[in-house]
């Protein structure tokens, strides 16, 4: 049996996110079927993490084991054969066989992006929130910074099924910026793991200090957890997961 990784590029505007779900289109089902497809039997994927329906990716991790000995740049093609067009493989490795592409992670970076000009072009808009009413980019950008380092980030998730396990709800961000280009006002977090929406309700708040309805200094509270929620959630249209980080071999 063989452990492979892929690195998968993907719109998942037409999805209901990765995870595997009954009735509903997602990223984890059209892999799993081009594999059964390709190995002659169900087989099972893993992926690095759950995003959400509608939110894009631009290099996700996943890993499966295989008994065909098919070489990697074969296995490579013959997916995206079977793939739809708007999922494609970019990379394919083989792994030790304990790889996982979640627990091994070691970082991850996602970019949310915001078009601030009057008229979105319609062949980004789906990769994007349009948003042309005023904002306090400065403002954002300080909030946004306030984002780095380690804290609780209970108030900025989605209640989740997991959490009745115990787990810990605090993270590490190592870098939080938001910055402008042209047209398109991105903000960029890499940290060691997300929790379920964490990134949409932090940009769901940044939005809020944008238009004045919120403070950058009231994430110092929500960041040291309690009971409390932000109850602001962006849209997942403007989300993509940018790169999944693993030790060096």
Not at 124 to 146: K, S, T
Request: aromatic share 8%.
């Amino acid at each position: 049996m063989r452990r492979m990784s892929i690195l998968v590029s993907y719109d998942g505007t037409e999805y209901s996110g990765w995870q595997v779900q009954p009735g509903q289109p997602t990223i984890q089902r059209e892999i799993e079927k081009a594999l059964a497809t390709i190995e002659g039997r169900p087989v099972h994927s893993m992926g690095s993490g759950r995003t959400d329906a509608g939110v894009h990716g631009l290099a996700v991790c996943a890993a499966f084991d295989i008994e065909n000995p098919i070489p990697e740049a074969n296995l490579q093609k013959a997916l995206n054969r079977y793939l739809p067009r708007d999922i494609r493989v970019v990379e394919v490795r083989e792994r030790e066989a304990n790889f996982h592409p979640r627990h091994d992670a070691v970082a991850k970076t996602y970019e949310y992006r915001i078009w601030r000009e009057e008229v979105c072009p319609p062949f980004i808009r789906r990769y994007v929130l349009h948003h042309p009413y005023p904002l306090d980019e400065a403002a954002m950008a300080g909030a946004a910074a306030r984002f780095c380092g380690e804290h609780d980030f209970k108030a900025f998730a989605t209640t989740d099924p997991l959490d009745k396990t115990g787990r810990s709800q605090v993270r590490r961000i190592f870098n939080s910026d938001m910055f402008r280009d042209g047209g398109t006002l991105t903000f960029r977090v890499r940290g060691s793991g997300f929790l379920k929406h964490m990134v949409r309700h932090m940009v769901g708040f940044l939005l809020e200090v944008g238009k004045g309805n919120a403070r950058g200094e009231e994430m110092d509270r929500l960041l040291l957890g309690g009971d409390a929620k932000v109850p602001y959630t962006a849209p997942s249209c403007g989300l993509t997961q940018i790169s999944v980080e693993y030790p060096l071999p």
